[in-house]
C-alpha cells in the first residue's frame, strides 16, 4: 500500500466503528479523515474541541470560511443546526462525558490502552492540548494510526514515551488490523487480507492474542 492507501484503509474502516446519534470527536491528523467514509445511514454529531458542535466536512475550494475550523486549524463546514462556544463550554462537553466516541492518533500504545500521542523527548511541542481530557472524558477511544513508524514498532508491550493517560484506550485500528485492548491483552479482531498473522505480529512489539 502506498501512504494514500493506507490512510484511506484506516479511516474507512474506523467509520465503521460510529453509530448513528453518536457525538463524535475527531483528532487531529489522519481521523479528521473519518467522516469521509461514513456510511450514508449513519448521522453522527461531531464535536470540535475548540468550541463547534455539529461540524461539516472540508469546504469546496475557494469557499472557505476563516471563522470555522477545527482544532489543527483546518477549514471546516458547519452542519443545519451547528452551535459554537468558547473552549470552557466545549470541555464542559468532554469531562462530562458527552462525547460518545474520540478518535485519536498516536506515537505509541500498548496493551495496557496506554497511550502516548503529544511529544518526543527533544523535539519542540506546542503541548498536549485537549487529547488528555478527550481520552478520559470520551465513552469510547479508538486510536486510527499507521501500524509502524518507519522501522519502529509502535503498538509496544509498554509505552517509552511521556504518556497522555493510562488505560483509556479501547481499540486500535491500522492498515494491518483491528485491535481491542482487554484484560488479557490485546486481541486481534480482523486482519487486513494483504498481511499475514506472522508480518502483523513482527510489526507489534506486544503478542497478539489471537481467537480460535
Known amino acids: 500500500m502506498d501512504k494514500e492507501q493506507i490512510r484511506t484503509t484506516i479511516a474507512r474502516r474506523a467509520a465503521q466503528e460510529l453509530h448513528d446519534g453518536d457525538v463524535v470527536n475527531l483528532g487531529i491528523g489522519l481521523p479528521t479523515l473519518v467522516s469521509n467514509y461514513l456510511p450514508p445511514h449513519v448521522k453522527v454529531i461531531l ?30 463546514t458547519a452542519m443545519p443546526g451547528a452551535s459554537t462556544f468558547d473552549s470552557a463550554i466545549s470541555f464542559g462537553i468532554i469531562r462530562g462525558g458527552h462525547v460518545d466516541v474520540s478518535i485519536l492518533g498516536a506515537l505509541q500504545v500498548d496493551e495496557k490502552g496506554n497511550l502516548a500521542n503529544w511529544m518526543i523527548p527533544g523535539k519542540k511541542t506546542p503541548g498536549m492540548g485537549g487529547a488528555m481530557d478527550l481520552l478520559v472524558g470520551a465513552r469510547r477511544v479508538i486510536i486510527a494510526m499507521e501500524h509502524t513508524a518507519g522501522n519502529y514498532r509502535k503498538i509496544l508491550k509498554r509505552c517509552t514515551l511521556p504518556l497522555t493517560a493510562e488505560g483509556q484506550v479501547n481499540l486500535i485500528i491500522t492498515e494491518m488490523g483491528v485491535m481491542e485492548i482487554t484484560d488479557r491483552g490485546i486481541v486481534l479482531k480482523e486482519l487486513h487480507p494483504e498481511f499475514t498473522l506472522a508480518q502483523i505480529q513482527e510489526a507489534t512489539e506486544a503478542q497478539l492474542i489471537i481467537p480460535h
Open 47 to 76: 464535536q470540535s474541541e475548540n468550541g463547534l458542535l455539529g461540524m461539516g466536512g472540508s469546504p469546496d475550494e475557494g469557499r472557505e470560511d476563516p471563522t470555522l475550523i477545527n482544532a489543527g486549524g483546518g477549514y471546516v
